[in-house]
T-cell receptor, first 115, second 111 residues
Framework: NAGVTQTPKFQVLKTGQSMTLQCAQD?????MSWYRQDPGMGLRLIHY???????DQGEVPNGYNVSRSTTEDFPLRLLSAAPSQTSVYFC??????????????FGSGTRLTVV | QQPVQSPQAVILREGEDAVINCSSS?????VHWYRQKHGEAPVFLMI?????EQKGHEKISASFNEKKQQSSLYLTASQLSYSGTYFC????????????FGQGTTLQVKP
């Protein structure tokens, strides 16, 4: 099992450019989420999904889109990059046991810099 | 809605104990605890569910006080490997995909 795979690991964008951060998991987990991490701010939820075809907004969704066409993949799209989106982005997945979502497995992260 | 962690930072000597608290203003169903080392991804430690249970993981254990909407993480006889940032994540229903994290508590264990 590869777990949760994020690509790319590093990216530099110019203001106004768009891009997609990729996230794939091979554990057949139904729950997937995207977080951003900024110094002193902890992990903030961007978007999440409870299964293929179902997505919802988290705490800081503006400027980002997601889709979940398969169980395995959960890409995050930056529509028009801004310097405020400079951050480390983590994708995470989890499963349900006994009707309750269990702990998340995190990917290794994508370090994004917008100049 | 973000849970509040305290303290923000702790410095310990090896062998000392620490407690990290996580409080919510909203009724909790579950509390997750994670540890993150510098430059790495967070790693899941344990989950506590509504019901006030206490769980253990070697010398790291946690409790969940449903009445106070609060969880505490206990690190006993700390080791150098315990250093890192600890996050609590809060869930408000059984099968929600929404897990909201606190701002983190940085723990440094010195020899």
């Amino acid at each position: 099992n590869a777990g949760v795979t994020q690509t790319p690991k590093f990216q530099v964008l110019k203001t106004g450019q768009s891009m997609t951060l990729q996230c794939a998991q091979d554990m057949n987990h139904e729950y997937m989420s995207w977080y951003r991490q900024d110094p002193g701010m902890g992990l903030r939820l961007i978007h999440y999904s409870v299964g293929a075809g179902i997505t919802d907004q988290g705490e800081v969704p503006n400027g980002y889109n997601v889709s979940r066409s398969t169980t395995e993949d959960f890409p995050l799209r930056l529509l028009s990059a801004a310097p405020s989106q400079t951050s480390v982005y983590f994708c995470a997945s989890s499963y349900s046991l006994g009707g309750t979502r269990r702990g998340y497995t995190f990917g290794s992260g994508t370090r994004l810099t917008v100049v | 809605q973000q849970p509040v962690q305290s303290p923000q930072a702790v410095i310990l000597r090896e062998g000392e104990d620490a407690v990290i608290n996580c409080s919510s203003s909203k009724a909790l169903y579950s509390v997750h605890w994670y540890r993150q080392k510098h430059g790495e991804a967070p790693v899941f430690l344990m989950i506590l569910l509504k019901g006030g249970e206490q769980k253990g993981h070697e010398k790291i254990s946690a409790s969940f006080n449903e009445k106070k909407q609060q969880s505490s993480l206990y690190l006993t006889a700390s080791q150098l490997s315990y250093s890192g940032t600890y996050f609590c994540g809060t869930g408000y229903s059984s099968n929600t995909g929404k897990l909201i994290f606190g701002q983190g508590t940085t723990l440094q264990v010195k020899p």
